[in-house]
């Protein structure tokens, strides 16, 4: 079972992104290990053609990032993330770091 919230405000050409959730609620694992959290921010297209992003947040008690460059055909995506592999929140962090590429017309 799992819950969560979110939020979608824009203020002028900028968006922003706020979410929350609790995941796996009816499994007995610590309380961070359920608990996702994340904020992410959109600049306006600016050159009528590039976008660009910025996400912050935590995964199972460890700090996330992330950033976006979105052109018109193109797109870079990267984000760093850690994982926990134990039992417990914080004793057995895999530290993990993804790289996406892709290209559309």
């Given at each position: 079972?799992?819950?969560?919230?979110?939020?979608?405000?824009?203020?002028?050409?900028?968006?922003?992104?706020?979410?929350?959730?609790?995941?796996?609620?009816?499994?007995?694992?610590?309380?961070?290990?359920?608990?996702n959290i994340g904020a992410e921010v959109m600049t306006p297209k600016f050159?009528?053609?590039?976008?660009?992003?910025?996400?912050?947040?935590?995964?199972?008690?460890?700090?996330?990032?992330?950033?976006?460059?979105?052109?018109?055909?193109?797109?870079?995506?990267?984000?760093?993330?850690?994982?926990?592999?134990?039992?417990?929140?914080?004793?057995?962090?895999?530290?993990?770091v993804a790289v996406n590429i892709s290209f559309g017309f």
């Open positions: 079972i799992s819950a969560g919230v979110a939020v979608h405000p824009i203020l002028g050409n900028w968006e922003f992104h706020v979410a929350n959730d609790f995941r796996e609620i009816n499994q007995s694992t610590d309380f961070m290990h359920k608990w050159l009528r053609f590039m976008r660009a992003s910025a996400r912050v947040g935590g995964n199972q008690g460890y700090l996330t990032t992330g950033a976006t460059l979105d052109l018109k055909i193109f797109k870079l995506e990267g984000a760093m993330f850690s994982q926990e592999m134990g039992q417990f929140t914080s004793r057995k962090g895999l530290r993990r």
